[in-house]
């Protein structure tokens, strides 16, 4: 783990910068280390003439990127390690640990994968994902329902939520309902019929939904009040039938304050990995049987093995309850989503280990609810476009699962 850290940075018009370069095998020349050292605790105060690319003059072009940050991890040789040194890059963090170096690259995200003018090319990167995923997902419904507007979504809340013999009797309320309408139809009784079938129109419907709504407020960003309320919400999800699985695994879903902006935090693993190289993902990893009592310090220790983000800053809200055939049929694991709250995320907190991480990025919480970066195929886990790369397979189920389940129990509020 790298425990030490010499910084060069400086902030770039709030495009705040750090790419993670690391040569974390490969140990600093005696030379370089004297130069790295010296440098080690230098402070470069912001000079707007240091930087390249234009001045922006709008403080609504900032607010655009704020909670996009992306921490990149860099490897580099000696040779490479010698420019790196030697080139005043204002956008390098230089970082130590037992004898080896490292070095993260933070900046901001500009442009969402949906924001792009070709559209091409989002969808044959989709047509590649379905190749390689197989099941999962839900299509996109329009209709209101009985408590979602998505039918699947309102059928297993109904069965997990009501008795079977309270569903009966709705049914048969709603059967003497229709038969009363369509007797008063054949007598041509409108006013009458108007009468009864006005509560199920539309904006009556949306309006009652309305008025039972709890508000999670999301201004200023996560704060203890909200934090709670997520808390409450994982905690009254319905408990599932446990089954026995060969493999095990968890994933942390990490909750976090950047710019003031409510986010979560996610990685892009690093290529030279034989399994899921370069794809987007939670923290975790595959439960340990001889280190890991629970499923919760299988996540928090994969946590800080792979960005350096410690159990001690971390609070744990709670389990964000799946349907466990349906995750282990995406991944051929059971994985447990843990749900984590980071607080406000320093840009120079992350430590991406460059052998398992190439990169981290937060994505706003808001872009989440919005529909329009959603796409969604028939026997597929959910696609996110709306981040700097798709978020898609296992982790684009467990954030649908995130909104569908327990954003979508509140009317929620963000900063205009």
């Not at 796409?375 to 954030?399: D, E, M, N, R, S």
Request: proline letters at 4%; charged letters at 25%.
């Amino acid at each position: 783990m790298m425990n030490k850290v010499g910084t060069a940075i400086v902030p770039c018009y709030r495009r705040i910068v750090v790419r993670s370069s690391a040569a974390a095998t490969t140990q600093l020349p005696r030379s370089l280390r004297r130069q790295f050292i010296s440098r080690k605790f230098a402070t470069i105060h912001d000079n707007n003439n240091d930087h390249e690319g234009p001045l922006s003059s709008s403080n609504s072009a900032a607010d655009t990127k704020r909670g996009r940050r992306v921490w990149r991890a860099i490897q580099g040789t000696d040779d490479e390690w010698t420019n790196i040194l030697n080139n005043k890059n204002d956008s390098i963090a230089y970082l130590t640990a037992d004898g080896t170096s490292s070095a993260v690259e933070i900046k901001h995200w500009e442009m969402a994968v949906d924001d792009g003018d070709d559209r091409r090319l989002v969808n044959e990167s989709l047509s590649r994902i379905c190749e390689q995923e197989r099941e999962g997902g839900r299509m996109k419904q329009s209709q209101l329902g009985v408590l979602r507007e998505d039918p699947h979504e309102d059928m297993r809340l109904l069965m997990e939520n009501f008795t079977v013999s309270s569903l009966a009797s709705a049914v048969r309320d709603r059967e003497d309902t229709l038969q009363h309408c369509a007797t008063l139809l054949s007598q041509n009784r409108i006013a009458e019929l108007t009468k009864i079938l006005n509560p199920y129109e539309r904006q009556f419907i949306l309006s009652r939904r309305r008025s039972k709504e709890k508000v999670l407020d999301f201004r200023g960003g996560f704060n203890n009040q909200n934090i709670e309320l997520l808390r409450k919400g994982l905690n009254r999800m319905p408990r599932t039938v446990s089954t026995a699985y060969s493999k095990r695994a968890g994933v942390v879903l990490p909750l976090c304050n950047v710019d003031g902006i409510p986010c979560i935090l996610f990685e892009k693993r690093s290529r030279r990995l034989r399994a899921h190289a370069d794809e987007v993902c939670l923290p975790g990893g595959m439960v340990s049987e001889g280190d890991d009592k629970t499923i919760i310090q299988t996540c928090l220790r994969e946590m800080d093995e792979e960005i350096g983000v410690g159990s001690e800053s971390a609070t744990v809200l709670g389990v964000l309850r799946c349907n466990w055939g349906e995750v282990h049929h995406l991944v051929g694991v059971a994985v447990t989503p843990v749900v984590c709250y980071l607080g406000n995320l320093d840009k120079f907190q992350l430590h991406p280990n460059p052998d398992e991480c190439a990169e981290c990025f937060t994505v706003p919480l808001e872009l989440f609810l919005d529909r329009d970066h959603w796409v969604h195929k028939q026997h597929y886990a959910p696609f996110f476009t709306g981040g700097p790369h798709i978020i898609w397979g296992l982790t684009g189920y467990i954030i649908h699962r995130l909104v569908i389940d327990l954003m979508q129990q509140y009317k929620v509020l963000f900063d205009d």
